[in-house]
C-alpha cells in the first residue's frame, strides 16, 4: 500500500509541474493503481520501472506492449522524472533498464510520442538511441494553446 501511494504521489507531483504524463492516462487512485500492477505482473508485454533515491520514488518508466501478432513486437514507452535537477542521470538509468527489458522480452521496437516543448526529454531520448519518426502538428491543446506532437522510437537489436 505504501508503494502504490508513494507511487500516486510522484504521479501527482508530475501532473502538477506539467513534467511527466502516465500511459495510463486516467484518474488514478489506489484501487485502480492496484490493478494495473497486478495487470502488469501477469502480463509478460509490460512493464513499469521506478527509480528510487533513498527510498523514494523519484521516477517511472512505463513499457506497455501487447499481445496482437502483428503489434506484439512493440512496447509504448513512458517517462516520469520528479527531479529536474537529476532529470538527465535518472532518465539515462530508466531509460537504459527498459531497453534491456525490451531487447529481453522479444520487444523490437519501443516507441512514444511527447510535445515539442519538451526539449530536454526530446535530447535525453535521443542520446538513447531515439530517432524521429514524425511530428503531428497542432496536435494536443495544453494550457489553451494548440502545439505540435513528436513521435519518436528506437528498434532494439
Excluded at 484501487?31 to 502480463?43: A, G, K, M, P, R
Excluded at 520514488?57 to 509504448?76: D, P, Q, W
Excluded at 532529470?87 to 530508466?94: F, P, T
Amino acid at each position: 500500500m505504501k508503494d502504490i501511494e508513494s507511487f500516486l504521489n510522484l504521479l501527482a507531483s508530475l501532473d502538477s509541474s506539467g513534467f511527466g504524463g502516465f500511459s495510463g492516462d486516467g484518474v488514478l487512485s489506489v484501487s485502480n493503481t492496484e490493478n494495473l500492477f497486478s495487470n502488469v505482473l501477469q502480463d509478460s508485454r509490460k512493464q513499469i520501472l521506478v527509480a528510487l533515491d533513498e527510498g523514494e520514488i523519484k521516477g517511472y518508466m512505463s513499457l506497455f506492449g501487447n499481445n496482437v501478432e502483428m503489434t506484439k513486437h512493440r512496447a509504448n514507452v513512458s517517462l516520469g522524472i520528479r527531479d529536474v535537477v537529476h532529470q538527465n542521470r535518472i532518465g539515462k538509468d530508466l531509460l537504459n533498464a527498459g531497453i534491456r527489458w525490451a531487447g529481453d522480452n522479444d520487444i523490437y521496437r519501443l516507441e512514444l510520442s511527447l510535445p515539442v516543448s519538451r526539449t530536454n526529454m526530446i535530447e535525453l531520448y535521443k542520446t538513447l538511441g531515439f530517432l524521429t519518426e514524425g511530428e503531428r502538428i497542432d496536435s494536443l491543446l495544453i494550457e489553451g494553446e494548440y502545439t505540435n506532437e513528436l513521435y519518436l522510437y528506437r528498434l532494439i537489436n
